[in-house]
């Protein structure tokens, strides 16, 4: 008969194998966050950019099946629970699509756009003006 010890290592190991111990944790750690997150505290308002850039970041992660990662940044974010359409989002950004861009999120076709890019000089310039706008106001 086997000993507690021995029967919580076969557990962890099965669980581990299987690749559930990783999923539990993480969901563990987005049941904590939100159960400590100060829901009385108000967040700034959203804005169209961040609004943008959080939906980009969102469908990345749950691409990539960091499903309660993505959890935390909505509920962190204010993010709405239903997602942007894809379409919309691509329209905003002014993104054209072909068909097998569409079988990976729009954050990889950005970035392979300015790796790719014929700019060689690696430089691109910002509009400090959109960014000073929407940036969060120090504490």
């Known amino acids: ?32 966050f939100s159960a400590l997150d100060d829901q009385r ?11 943008l850039i959080n939906e980009l970041v969102r469908e ?16 962190e974010s204010g993010q709405p629970e239903d997602r942007l359409d894809r379409q919309f989002l691509a329209d905003e950004l002014k993104v054209s699509e072909d068909a097998s861009s569409k079988s990976v999120p729009l954050l990889y076709g950005l970035v392979s756009h300015f790796l790719n890019s014929s700019n060689k000089g690696g430089t691109v310039f910002l509009r400090g003006a959109a ?9």
């Open 1 to 32: 008969m086997a000993t507690v010890p021995e029967l919580k290592c076969a557990v962890r190991e099965n669980l581990e194998s299987r690749g559930v111990l990783g999923q539990l944790k993480a969901r563990i750690r987005a049941e904590v």
């Open 41 to 51: 505290a108000s967040r700034p308002p959203l804005s169209h950019e961040n609004l």
């Open 60 to 75: 990345y992660l749950e691409f990539n099946k960091y499903r309660h990662t993505a959890s935390v940044l909505t509920a």
């Open 131 to 139: 960014v000073s706008n929407t940036a969060p106001k120090p504490v």
